[in-house]
């Protein structure tokens, strides 16, 4: 490629990054100013003011980490967790999965509360595994879980491991902007999000918010924590008071700049009105996803709306799908990870990307190529069947 | 703020960010598209191949690491050092203290050659260091020290390492595009950069390139890297080849686009040119700071063209003259920094920012407000000097 890159305009309806709104796309070419610049600083404090109500939190230490959702989850894991530490980290897909390894690479010993990948995390298991391992310190699950489309109860796993006076660090990568997320009510003590999920921004950010229990923690260390970058002890500084701005690394300037913007517009939608268009059209996707004959891989009560996981059906070549979805209707659906590779679909619902064009784009396009392709699916009833749910929903 | 955020428009002359050119603003600003996408996938390849040609370097192991320079550094030192290693760290600003603070934290035993802030790294000094600690297996050094504007002789100090069995990694954030910089012929083994400097690109991403002597380092390693986030030899599977690439983290998407911008724009300069560039437009700076009275910190021949530090003029309010400057000329220029703080100004030509019509703007308002300061300068000749200088140069 030895000229300009002008990427295809596809329609974005995997796992994220979600479609990005044009004002998030504008406001991110905006020009660069210095990131100790006066301006910039006073910036830094209305971004992560409109993180603290997409959080439900009035934690101070509330700001986007300067890297992908892996560096989120990263600072979260090497801030809390000191080496000799016990964790119990619940496992219901690869994100549960990365979490144990960050756990390992933190010299602590974790331990594993395996759950079906497609089902929620099973409260009854992490409070056996909280029993038999009194010592543990953390405990980490996967609000979300990316790889099924799987959504755990995180209050109610919270309230266990705080009973057995654990902390809680949460994924919420998926979740944030999409199901309701109340950091502060559900005493969720460590959460670390992304910027191209629900929010529908670029990837490349990760917003984290600290409680003050985590942030006694992570004060109270005895060793230093492994990462110099991720160190939120240096972070504060950064991140913190305005008046007592530190430099600490080069913010992403234009990066947040669009944050800043995909903010404002939940901000505007308002946090309910989110959540209940993500459902809504959930019930629209399901209604003719269902029609067409693709079977759900999680149970109902345990669904994303966000993140639908289908069964690929029996004889259809998964990538040939994928591929045509993508050069025939430049519309692109998630594939399978880890032990679903190959299985599943995984239809995202995302942010800017979750309106009733995108729904019915999806359905339609879905029922033409698997008819095309040869699979036993019902043709004909989808789209109605979608807009039908849609307008009772 | 309420509101969408519109940044000042600002000429930006400090340590970085520079200027953003606008082809890379609109770069940024095209539709994010998904990260696995074999569109995007076929579009990593070129910013590899182009990232290649700014390092002079055929190494494979060369891309951009999604986040800043500092994550670049960190991603260098944890895949390199275990714990127990002997490593030297070449420390003459604050660069090279950061650098110490990541052997520290990879569980090493750094050793120190201290040289003083505002010099180049003084090669035997490194040379005794060497000597003295044969079991050293990393010699660590800032090719161009940002808070000092030093710059060191990477090629010589890389030959001694070498002849002494070590490996090296070289900090080249603020070289890159603005002086000489020849990872293979050098011998350079581990190189990280930053994306805001002489690229111009908006900061966040930090190329890296790893040379065939790292690469079997690291994937010999007899402890896991503590960072997993940062672990190559899982990196390799998703910035390696593209018929095998694999998920590893989700790419900043948009970020890559302008970074893709921003090397085409160099490689059409052409990576000599470039650097003349920076070589001329600093020598016509240099005749209008010094026309003016100020002095250099750094000796004419360890200096960075692109990165001037010049003393603050006895009895200059140093916070107010770089504040009159931002709301007077909407010009930025950076403070010092760490040990230098409040006694110098750092004034970058850095990329885009690197041009005539900057040299007159930057020199002509310290001059009108240095004067209104009562500093004692010489006025009505430094503007004169400078195009001089540009013409002659």
Same mark, same amino acid.
């Given at each position: ?101 960050? +756990?390992?690479?933190? $010299?602590?010993? *974790?331990?594993? =509360? @395996?759950?079906?990948?497609?089902? #929620? &995390? ?50 919420? +990568?998926?979740?944030? $902007?999409?199901? *309701?997320?109340? =950091? @502060?009510?559900?005493?969720?003590? #460590? &959460? ?60 992403? =300037? ?140």
């Amino acid at each position: 490629m030895t000229s300009s890159f002008h990427p295809p305009q596809r329609t974005l309806m995997g796992p994220g990054p979600s479609d990005v709104s044009p004002r998030v796309l504008q406001a991110m070419a905006r020009p660069t100013i210095g990131h100790l610049d006066p301006v910039f600083v006073a910036f830094m404090d209305s971004v992560k003011e409109l993180l603290q109500v997409a959080f439900q939190t009035a934690n101070p230490l509330t700001m986007p980490v300067s890297g992908p959702g892996t560096v989120g989850m990263e600072a979260c894991f090497v801030n809390l967790v000191q080496p000799g530490d016990t964790v119990i980290v619940c496992r219901n897909g690869v994100f549960g999965g990365r979490m144990r390894e960050n +756990v390992v690479r933190c $010299g602590a010993t *974790p331990v594993v =509360v @395996d759950d079906p990948w497609g089902r #929620a &995390v099973d409260p009854e298991k992490l409070e056996r595994a909280l029993e038999e391992h009194p010592q543990a310190k953390l405990v980490a699950f996967v609000h979300a879980e990316t790889s099924t489309g799987a959504r755990s109860d995180a209050q109610l796993l919270a309230s266990i491991a705080h009973r057995h006076g654990c902390l809680v660090i949460a994924d919420c +990568v998926t979740a944030l $902007g999409g199901i *309701p997320l109340k =950091v @502060d009510e559900w005493g969720l003590d #460590a &959460v670390y999000s992304g910027s191209q999920k629900c929010l529908s921004c670029p990837p490349g950010l990760s917003p984290v918010t600290f409680g003050e229990a985590a942030v006694k923690v992570i004060t109270g260390r005895s060793t230093p924590v492994q990462s110099w970058f991720s160190d939120m002890t240096l972070i504060m500084g950064y991140w913190g008071s305005a008046q007592r701005r530190s430099y600490h690394h080069t913010a992403p =300037v234009n990066a947040l700049y669009g944050l800043h913007e995909a903010l404002l517009i939940l901000r505007e939608e308002g946090l309910e009105n989110a959540w209940a268009r993500h459902r809504r059209h959930h019930l629209a996707l399901k209604a003719g996803l269902e029609a067409l004959g693709l079977a759900f891989v999680v149970p109902e009560a345990e669904r994303l709306p966000h993140l639908n996981s289908v069964s690929i059906p029996a004889g259809v070549d998964d990538a040939k799908v994928r591929g045509r979805l993508l050069e025939e209707y430049n519309l692109e659906i998630g594939a399978g990870l880890g032990e679903l590779a190959g299985k599943v679909w995984r239809i995202g619902l995302m942010g800017h990307s979750c309106n009733l064009t995108n729904v019915l784009r999806c359905v339609g396009a879905l029922e033409a190529i698997l008819e095309s392709e040869g699979a036993p699916i019902a043709t004909g009833v989808a789209l109605e069947a979608a807009r039908a749910a849609f307008a009772t929903a």
